[in-house]
Every structure is written in structure tokens, then in C-alpha cells.
Antibody, heavy 123, light 108 residues
Framework: QVHFVQSGAEVKNPGASVRLSCKAS????????IQWVRQAPGQRLEWMGWINAGNGHTKYSQKFQGRVTITRDTSASTVYMDLSSLRSEDTAVYYC????????????????WGQGALVTVSS | DIQMTQSPSTLSASVGDRVTITCRASQSISSWLAWYQQKPGRAPKLLIF???SLESGVPSRFSGSGSGTEFTLTISSLQPDDFATYYCQQYSSYSPDTFGQGTKLAVK
């Protein structure tokens, strides 16, 4: 069965960086794009970016361009998301999810999700 | 950029009710729409993709319809487990607000 295990909660100071991990199991890791989606308290879900786990190609939301980097380790079936220059508005639960690609639009919907990791940015 | 707007923001209903949630796109997205259910402290769960296709394992009381700019999620007979927040998501193109703002389904 498809399963994601994400790293734990983090508390960071403003200006710092955070690295979150997402370990996948139950499917052929390199056949999918793994997405990152976040949700600030009481807010809507917000797509951040994805990585093609097979070829390492990435795409990021313009909102996070320059601050986010998504990488993967195929030997460990794990995806990493680095977010830099943290500010209080980055306080959120961060989810990884498996993307299902629409060949017609080259965009994704998400069929399986990790449990989420809370990142708190506070001085 | 495509904007996604859901209505209502909150919906109060009782077990056994038929409920409908609406999602509108600011421009046509054909049928490239998914619906998710999210319970407090939990990850979202995929219910519907391509506007009307039921994800495997999702109860048949859930259904989706629509195309273009207007879409609906219907629960035919509300069950206690269905009280949650529901989100639509367009995957026609990349835009900042790919998800709707959510509809909270609460107990009347």
C-alpha cells in the first residue's frame, strides 16, 4: 500500500532554513512526481512544487521560486524540501503527496498524502 | 491565473441529508478538477478526480459533476463520518490558488 512518512515538527527562527523529508513506500518511486503542499493555520491548501522522482526535474510555484528546493534520493525513496529565509507567514503544516499527472494539462492532482509536518517560525 | 471559489464556506446539515458544495473557476478548466476531504489534524483525502470520477474506495454516496467553470460535489445521504472540510483543486494549469478556500460541513 502506498505510504509516506514525513519528518517531525520543526521550530525555526525567522531567516533560518528548514529541511523536511518524505519517505515513500508501496509503489515504484521513480514512476511518480512527488509534490509539496502546505497549509497555514485556518487557510487553504497551497501547492509549492514537485519533483519528478525518476529524472529529478522540478517545478516550483512562482510564489516560492528562489526560496524552495526539492531534491530526491532514489536509493532511499525519499524526497526533501528545503525552504529558506523563513518568516512567520511560513508557519504551516507541510505535506508531501503523490502526484497523478494529467497528460492533457501537464498538471497534477494528488492521490496519497503524508501525515504532514508542522513548521513553526517564531523568534 | 485561475481563481477557485467555493460556496458556501460553511454548511450545516444533519445525518441523512443530501448536501451539495459548489466550486467555481474564474475561467474554463474543462473537467480538470479534484475534490478532497480533510478532517482536523489529518491530511486531505482524494474523493473525486476529473470532475466526476470516484477514487477507488470512496463511498458511492459521494459524486461530482460539472465542467468548464462550475462544479458540484454531492453527498447523497450524509453520514457521521462525512463532517469535515472539503476542498476543490483545479489541475488545468499552474496558478497560485490551485485549491479552493474550503467548505466546512458542520453538524446542524
Amino acid at each position: 500500500q502506498v505510504h509516506f512518512v514525513q519528518s517531525g515538527a520543526e521550530v525555526k527562527n525567522p531567516g533560518a532554513s528548514v529541511r523536511l523529508s518524505c519517505k515513500a513506500s508501496g509503489f515504484i518511486f521513480t514512476n511518480y512526481a512527488i509534490q509539496w503542499v502546505r497549509q497555514a493555520p485556518g487557510q487553504r491548501l497551497e501547492w509549492m512544487g514537485w519533483i519528478n522522482a525518476g529524472n529529478g526535474h522540478t517545478k516550483y510555484s512562482q510564489k516560492f521560486q528562489g526560496r524552495v528546493t526539492i531534491t530526491r534520493d532514489t536509493s532511499a525513496s525519499t524526497v526533501y524540501m528545503d525552504l529558506s529565509s523563513l518568516r512567520s507567514e511560513d508557519t504551516a503544516v507541510y505535506y508531501c503527496a503523490r502526484g497523478i499527472w494529467s497528460i492533457s494539462t501537464a498538471a497534477y492532482y494528488f492521490d496519497y498524502w503524508g501525515q504532514g509536518a508542522l513548521v513553526t517560525v517564531s523568534s | 491565473d485561475i481563481q477557485m471559489t467555493q460556496s458556501p464556506s460553511t454548511l450545516s446539515a444533519s445525518v441523512g441529508d443530501r448536501v451539495t458544495i459548489t466550486c467555481r473557476a474564474s475561467q474554463s478548466i474543462s473537467s480538470w478538477l479534484a475534490w478532497y476531504q480533510q478532517k482536523p489534524g489529518r491530511a486531505p483525502k482524494l474523493l473525486i478526480f476529473r470532475a466526476s470520477s470516484l477514487e477507488s474506495g470512496v463511498p458511492s454516496r459521494f459524486s461530482g459533476s460539472g465542467s468548464g467553470t462550475e462544479f458540484t460535489l454531492t453527498i447523497s445521504s450524509l453520514q457521521p463520518d462525512d463532517f469535515a472540510t472539503y476542498y476543490c483543486q483545479q489541475y488545468s494549469s499552474y496558478s497560485p490558488d490551485t485549491f479552493g478556500q474550503g467548505t466546512k460541513l458542520a453538524v446542524k
